[in-house]
């Protein structure tokens, strides 16, 4: 009796490990899913396969490399640097001091048209060593007080351009807004004014959503430094073109901005006189200032860079998929038997 009472005990203290064994594996239940055992593609890259998916690549590939060039180099684009040509000879050795002065910063400026330029013409701004990437730079703005008039006061994170001297909260605030772009551009061909259509060179979106139609300046650049540009206090923000373009911050130093654009077409050999007020500060930081006249095609601006890229891969391709098939037709390889394979072996896989 007492034998059969510790065959029984033993035998239910093994059940219990067992238990307590299989409770505190580690290993997942078993899943075809979690195991990657679900039915697959699992493709053998023959030689001709090979070759067939190179040469496809560069059938693709080239003809779209060569269309983007070919987009890219009818556009037509005129690039003008002048932050130091407009500077006089006087002030060339301090231009810091020049232009925080107040000398006229007026300038005129020549621009031969070398081939014709169809409308609309769009005139950008170029900054070279320009970082509004900054991350204190970019989080200085507030955008609940840009779109709603209610939160004029919400300047938390616009330090150090939130308050006025007597606390008064800066719309727009932050230093985005405060160093806004203020050289202007004026263009004319011979006795003919060039007008400048500034409507809708910003986002649709932005306009709509990032920008209130009842939000207006208020105590804007009134400090004793002024970073740029002022803004009319009786237009919206929302119809501020030039300050939404700006608050768009670039991701690179050197970015351009679109200024406005003119809906003329110009001639082949067109003299364009250029008349700017020379206002912004990169002298202290060594920055460049660019005028750049651009047309555009169905690419969008000029940029080479996508159809050497195309070409450049689909000739790649090309030259891969020619030498495959002569080191194939040269030097064939017998190819293993497939029923060989893992998979093909063990279909179930458990």
């Given at each position: 009796?007492s034998?059969?009472?510790?065959?029984?005990?033993?035998?239910?203290?093994?059940?219990?490990?067992?238990?307590?064994?299989r409770?505190?594996?580690?290993?997942?239940?078993y899943s075809?899913?979690?195991?990657?055992?679900l039915?697959a593609?699992?493709?053998?890259?023959?030689?001709?396969?090979?070759?067939?998916?190179?040469?496809?690549?560069?059938?693709?590939?080239?003809p779209?490399?060569?269309?983007?060039?070919?987009?890219?180099?009818?556009?037509?684009?005129?690039?003008?640097?002048?932050?130091?040509?407009?500077?006089?000879e006087?002030?060339r050795?301090?231009k810091?001091?020049?232009i925080?002065?107040?000398?006229d910063?007026l300038?005129n400026?020549?621009?031969?048209?070398?081939?014709?330029?169809?409308?609309?013409?769009?005139v950008?701004?170029?900054l070279?060593n320009?970082?509004?990437?900054?991350r204190r730079?970019v989080?200085?703005r507030?955008?609940q007080?840009?779109?709603?008039?209610s939160d004029a006061?919400?300047?938390?994170?616009?330090?150090?351009?939130?308050?006025?001297n007597d606390?008064?909260?800066?719309?727009p605030?932050?230093?985005?807004?405060?160093?806004?772009?203020?050289?202007?551009?004026?263009?004319?061909r011979?006795?003919?004014?060039?007008?400048?259509?500034?409507?809708?060179?910003?986002?649709?979106?932005?306009?709509?959503h990032?920008?209130?139609?009842?939000?207006f300046?208020?105590?804007?650049q009134?400090?004793?430094?002024?970073?740029?540009?002022d803004?009319?206090?009786?237009?919206p923000l929302?119809?501020?073109?030039?300050?939404?373009?700006?608050?768009?911050?670039a991701?690179l130093?050197?970015?351009?901005?679109l200024?406005?654009?003119i809906?003329?077409d110009?001639?082949?050999?067109?003299?364009?006189?250029?008349t700017?007020?020379n206002?912004?500060?990169?002298y202290?930081?060594?920055?460049?200032?660019k005028?750049?006249?651009s047309?555009t095609?169905w690419?969008?601006?000029?940029?080479?860079?996508?159809?050497?890229a195309?070409?450049?891969?689909?000739?790649?391709?090309?030259?891969?998929?020619?030498?495959?098939?002569?080191v194939?037709l040269?030097?064939?390889?017998q190819?293993g038997?497939?029923?060989?394979l893992s998979?093909?072996?063990?279909?179930?896989?458990?």
């Open positions: 009796m034998s059969n009472t510790a065959t029984s005990s033993s035998a239910a203290a093994g059940s219990a490990d067992s238990s307590a064994t409770r505190n594996s580690k290993r997942p239940k075809r899913f979690t195991q990657q055992e039915p593609c699992k493709p053998i890259l023959t030689p001709r396969w090979v070759i067939s998916a190179f040469m496809l690549v560069s059938i693709v590939f080239i779209i490399g060569v269309a983007s060039l070919f987009a890219s180099r009818d556009v037509v684009e005129i690039v003008d640097r002048y932050e130091t040509d407009c500077i006089p006087r002030f050795s301090d810091v001091k020049f925080q002065s107040r000398e910063k300038c400026r020549t621009i031969t048209v070398p081939k014709r330029m169809k409308k609309p013409i769009y950008y701004y170029q070279d320009f970082y509004q990437n900054h730079y989080k200085s507030s955008d007080q840009l779109r709603d008039p006061g919400a300047v938390s994170t616009c330090k150090p351009e939130d308050y006025t606390r008064q909260p800066i719309v605030c932050g230093l985005i807004a405060w160093s806004l772009f203020n050289d202007t551009y004026s263009f004319s011979g006795n003919q004014q060039l007008a400048v259509n500034k409507k809708d060179i910003s986002w649709k979106s932005d306009r709509e990032k920008f209130g139609d009842k939000v300046p208020r105590n804007f009134n400090g004793t430094l002024k970073g740029g540009a803004l009319d206090s009786s237009i929302s119809k501020q073109e030039d300050l939404i373009v700006w608050m768009r911050t991701a130093p050197t970015f351009r901005k200024y406005g654009k809906e003329t110009l001639e082949a050999n067109d003299v364009i006189h250029v700017l007020r206002h912004y500060n990169t202290s930081f060594d920055g460049k200032k005028l750049v006249l047309t095609s690419l969008g601006g000029k940029n080479d860079f996508m159809g050497i195309y070409l450049t891969v689909g000739g790649l391709c090309f030259f891969l998929a020619m030498a495959f098939t002569v194939y040269i030097k064939p390889r190819l038997d497939p029923s060989y998979w093909n072996r063990n279909p179930g896989g458990h």
